[in-house]
């Protein structure tokens, strides 16, 4: 049954072989009715014989076709009866009648029910129609109808059949454009529909003359495309040619294939090149006609109608392409491109808390990447749950997941405890009961320091991911990034060397800033702050340096090389009779340095300076890397009477109740709350409590970012103990230094007089 089309066309072809062949007009003719009533039960049987689900438009095709054989079978009783065959004739109206009938079921065909997304082809099929027809009206029926025009039901005739073919090659145009264009049955309708229009053409304008009493090349033609019709019906295929359940933009995309768009565009010139051609013949536009407006008017108001629909695709899929490109293909989370969008738009206040799959790599090992993949989902899928819509998910690569959101989005520490609480409970994957354990690592964007961004996504992916990586070394799978973390890059190891060679030719030095007693008014201190003069002609603060020499050896000749030089500095302002605190800030990797303690002593006794004198400043992330540690070295440097304070207090994540267990004897307030706390009471009131407690428990404060009298008013209600900032004096060289402290005494006294009277 399925070889039923090739024996039905290799029958046609021999049917219109014999046409030709035959002797007898009367039995051509016969010849030429039989096979086009084959190719109407052809497409009827082809239709019972496969049931496609659009049954309704083979059958109007069939309709369409069976009303052409009956029009020639009209036409050629006629012609028997009388001899020849009037123009019009009454096969003239069944002929025009079935037109509109084959296109409605070859339109039923390709539809896509209706929609939007269909109005594309269809105004494809109207810029073909509007082209074809101002054609085939300046070249062919204006001139075949001469000066009287269309009169009478003879010329009403000779311009139905070239719309007729006019709206049959629209909606040739309307196939080319469809997607069921891989069917065999449909390319083969197609045929038949385009062999029809050239045969119509050809005989409509008389192209090749020949009498229509005997047989012709026309026959021909319009017989191969009945046989056509009957081959695509009998065709297996037929039942694929189906309206496929596509997306509206999917359908709008098909009517912009690269074919169609060369076809649009020829037909769209169209309208010019006529106008051209009549300005060329010097015919006056009074004789254009009314046609030729009308498809040029037409023909503008299609174009834009397409142009507006191309703008929209070409929008639809840059929207697509955007979250595609955004979008983690295996989990549907963000990827690292959407992260560092929202990071970008956080303006620097981001937070990452990026989540390690632990021995993920033996998973895979184990059991395959495609179980791998499906831990992943799960994973990911138990991630969404601890998010909001507030804070992004996304998925980094191999196993790492990142949330991201700002300050006011997320607390990062109940997050990371809420991440480890969710994974406390096996996972199910593919009839499998896995554990799965992860690592959470924390990075929070920092202040900017000497023009670095510190808070760009590369720097903050980094740091989470250093965060993350020594989460894995410790029991709560918890870590937060601190600059002990960084690691050497090239500019780095670059500035190593510079940074060596500065220690031996004297490039560093040390500026000094006051520190002043709220109670009394006056400086009782100062900090020392290192210097790079580099050779390149900036100033580098120590932040720019000091993380690369703290991951390497270097980190021990810069530390005494401020310890012996600002104890040195000290002990000349003391013969000058200016005895000052000197607050030393050292690192991480200091305060777990064997030697310290021996620096320390050291320099004090070069000096000749009492260790109560020297403080140094400890951070509170160095002190809690390991408090039993730090514990042992700084109850060492108190027992020689050093004081100890803790620098940055508020932005780790310890509790005074815990730093109380550590011998310091001061706490240096982070310049952040204190700032800021004139503008926020959050920040006023976390002030307030860190004085109170600090004072409970006998600790001395330090306000560190003091930068007006507003705030310096606040300290001292609060009873603050000391306070610096540039409100109180910039950093400055120790040449400079016994002028600033003589003047700013002057002026905190004035100040302070003049608030009293």
Known sequence: MTAWWRWYAALGVLGCVAYLAVPSIFLAQTIFVVVGASAVAATVIGTRLHRPSNRTAWLTIALGTGLWVVGDIVFQWIHVTRGSVPDPSLADAVYLVAYPIYGFGLFLLVRHRWRASERGHVANSAIVMVAFGLLTWVFAVQPSLGNDGISGTAG?????????????????????????????????????????????????????????????????????????????????????????????????????????????????????????????????????????????????????????????????????????????????????????????????????????????????????????????????????????????????????????????????????????????????????????????????????????????????????????????????????????????????????????????????????????????????????????????????????????????????????????????????????????QLAVNISTRNLFDETLIEQVRTALADSHCPAHRLTLEVTETSAMTDPVGATEILSILHAMGVQVAIDDYGTGYSSLAYIERLPVQELKMDRTFVGGMIQNPAHAAIVRSTVELARTLGLSVTAEGVEDEMTMTALRELRCGRAQGYHLGRPTSPERLPELVADLDSRLNTATGERIS
């Open 156 to 580: 009403l005739v000779e311009v139905a059949y070239p719309a007729m073919d006019v709206f049959l090659l629209g909606l040739l145009a309307h196939f080319v454009g469809s997607r069921q264009w891989r069917a065999l049955s449909y390319r083969l309708l197609t045929a038949a529909v385009l062999l029809l229009v050239v045969t119509d053409v050809f005989d409509n304008f008389s192209i090749i003359s020949e009498s229509p009493s005997d047989r012709s090349l026309f026959d021909v033609g319009w017989t191969m495309s009945y046989v056509l019709i009957g081959v695509a019906a009998l065709h297996p295929s037929m039942r694929r040619i189906t309206s496929p359940e596509i997306e509206p933009d999917a359908h709008l995309m098909a009517s912009f294939t690269t074919p169609t768009v060369v076809v649009l565009t020829a037909a769209t010139l169209t309208a010019p090149v006529v106008m051209f051609i009549e300005v060329i013949r010097d015919e006056p536009i009074a004789q254009w006609g009314w046609a030729v407006l009308l498809c040029a008017v037409a023909l503008v108001f299609l174009v834009i109608l397409r142009i507006t629909d191309l703008l929209r695709l070409l929008h639809t899929r840059t929207v697509q392409l955007r979250a595609v490109a955004d979008t983690d293909h295996l989990t549907g989370l963000a990827n690292l491109r959407a992260l560092e969008h929202r990071m970008w738009e956080n303006a620097g206040d981001t937070t990452l808390l990026t989540v390690d799959i632990d021995r993920f790599k033996e998973i895979n090992d184990t059991f395959g990447r495609g179980l791998g993949d499906q831990v992943l989902m799960v994973v990911a899928d138990r991630l969404r749950g601890v998010v909001d819509d507030s804070i992004l998910l996304a998925r980094l690569a191999g196993d790492e997941f990142t949330l991201c959101g700002t300050a006011d989005s997320m607390d990062p520490i109940e997050l990371a405890h809420e991440i480890q609480r969710r994974f406390a409970a096996p996972l199910e994957v593919d009839n499998m009961t896995l554990l799965i354990e992860v690592s959470v690592g924390v990075a929070s964007s920092l202040p900017a320091a000497s023009g670095e961004d510190e808070a760009s996504p590369d720097r903050m992916v980094q740091r989470a991911d250093l965060a993350v990586q020594a989460a894995k070394a410790t029991q709560s799978r918890i870590a937060f990034y601190d600059r002990s973390m960084d690691r050497d890059t090239s500019d780095q190891l670059i500035m190593l060397g510079e940074l060596t060679t500065a220690l031996e030719s004297d490039q560093l030095e040390l500026h000094y800033q006051p520190q002043v007693d709220l109670e009394s008014m006056t400086v009782v201190g100062v900090e020392a702050l290192l210097r790079w003069n580099h050779p390149n002609g900036t100033v580098l603060s120590p932040s720019a340096f000091l993380p690369t020499a703290e991951r390497t050896g270097l980190i021990r000749p810069l530390t005494n090389y401020v310890l012996t030089r600002a104890l040195a500095q000290r002990g000349l302002w003391a013969s000058a009779g200016l005895d000052l």
